[in-house]
């Protein structure tokens, strides 16, 4: 466990008095499951989840005592900029947190986990460090008991398992589902976004179905009323969890680890994850000629896309060019990288630590040089990290296969020397 352990957290840790705490002793006191809490002391969205979060730890505790072990721990990831804001956070919470001075390591975790919201729980297994549950804030809500320990993902069938609807009234059972492809919609109506997707997906839809396509599509609703519920559903040609089963909206929002609205989950007909950019594949495939959407190793940046720039760190080499011959070169010549990137982490079940992009020349493009204050070279080879507010530049005359892979190598092995955006 402690080597799995230390790749995430290092070696150290801290306690509420001050006090160093080998990761390596988590072992020794029975821990089998961590709890990365990425929070603040401020604001009351954190407050109201470290008070819940304590209660919840407290019992744990008690168990373990009674036990004689302890099952759970809990990591604080802290967003404070300030030492004596983090000093003062930490002396209030019961559990472990990691170093102030540790800011390197915080960043990996941030970017590591997607983590895009505060504040956020993330429970990771001890003995392989693999996340366990994504959405440990529905946990504290769903199970404050600790009976369904330690949450690990079950089958979509399972999680989905009971009567469904449709608009019109009419129910039909879960199973239905089976042997089709299955888009999981994490919707609402009080949000412009996901109307604004519906009425794309509508069609989508539509065109799937035509061309012969064994396709479902799951509402999951986050509507703050059944009314509201009922009135975005009327809009709908598909098929919903019912809004007063809130314990299977909220399991399916566990099982996908879902942080904001609109979200796409696409699934296999086995119910396996195909793609979780299902809004951004809709927007950029109208036709649907590409469905069912398997993700591509290296993307065309677009204004529908450029949102996925904010999820972690990313590879963009700009070209600057609107020949389409262009892009696809540069395509090409990333291609090799990024697929054995993303091989090298699906193996080992993780996401790749990059995303790959090519960037041509429009207006989206300027603004994003613009706001990244990048040099107008081009070909420009960058790695671009937003939540960190850093950028790696490799300004060359020719980019190469051996250039991009040697800077690929040298980020992911902490070699270059981040400049700030």
Request: aromatic fraction near 8%; hydrophobic fraction near 40%.
């Amino acid at each position: 466990m402690a080597g799995a352990l230390t790749e995430v957290l290092g070696e150290v840790l801290v306690a509420a008095d001050g006090e160093e705490v080998a990761v390596s002793a988590l072992a020794a006191r029975g821990v089998s499951l961590v709890g990365l809490y990425f929070g603040c002391s401020l604001g009351g969205p954190c407050a109201q989840l470290g008070a819940s979060l304590a209660a919840f730890y407290g019992r744990f505790r008690g168990e373990a005592a009674a036990a004689g072990g302890q099952r759970l721990e809990i990591v604080f990831v802290s967003a404070e900029q300030e030492q004596q804001q983090w000093q003062e956070a930490v002396r209030a919470m019961p559990w472990l947190a990691l170093p102030f001075a540790d800011k390197h390591r915080k960043l990996k975790l941030w970017n590591k986990y997607r983590v895009s919201n505060i504040p956020s729980l993330i429970f990771i297994d001890a003995s392989t460090g693999k996340v366990v549950c994504r959405n440990g804030l529905l946990v504290i809500r769903d199970d404050p008991e600790g009976l369904e320990f330690p949450w690990g993902p079950k089958p979509f069938s399972e999680v989905v398992a009971g009567p469904l609807l449709r608009n019109n009234g009419q129910t039909l059972d879960s199973n239905a589902l089976e042997g089709s492809h299955v888009g999981v919609y994490f919707s609402a109506h009080w949000c412009p976004p996901c109307r604004s997707l519906t009425r794309v997906l509508v069609e989508s839809y539509r065109k799937i179905k035509e061309a012969g396509q064994k396709f479902e599509i799951l509402f999951v609703s986050a509507d703050r009323s059944e009314d509201s519920f009922k009135q975005y559903f009327s809009e709908m040609p598909w098929v919903a969890v019912p809004y007063a089963d809130e314990a299977r909206r909220s399991r399916l929002n566990r099982l996908y680890g879902i942080q904001g609205i609109p979200t796409l989950i696409v699934l296999d007909s086995k119910g396996d994850v195909i793609t979780r950019q299902g809004r951004v594949e809709v927007l950029n495939d109208v036709e649907c000629r590409e469905f069912p959407w398997h993700p591509k190793p290296v993307l065309e940046l677009t204004d529908s896309n450029a949102v996925q720039l904010n999820e972690g760190p990313c590879l963009v080499l700009f070209v600057d060019s609107e020949d389409d011959g262009e892009s696809e070169a540069a395509k090409q010549l990333i291609q090799p990288i990024a697929e054995k990137i993303i091989a090298k982490y699906k193996a080992k079940e993780e996401e790749a630590p990059l995303l790959f992009f090519v960037a041509g020349e429009d207006d989206m493009t300027d603004s994003l040089r613009d706001y990244t204050n990048l040099p107008e070279a081009a070909p420009l080879l960058t790695i671009l990290d937003m939540s960190a507010r850093a950028k790696y530049v490799m300004d060359v005359e020719e980019i190469t296969p051996e250039i991009v892979e040697a800077f690929v190598s040298d980020f992911l092995a902490d070699k270059l020397k981040p400049e700030p955006i």
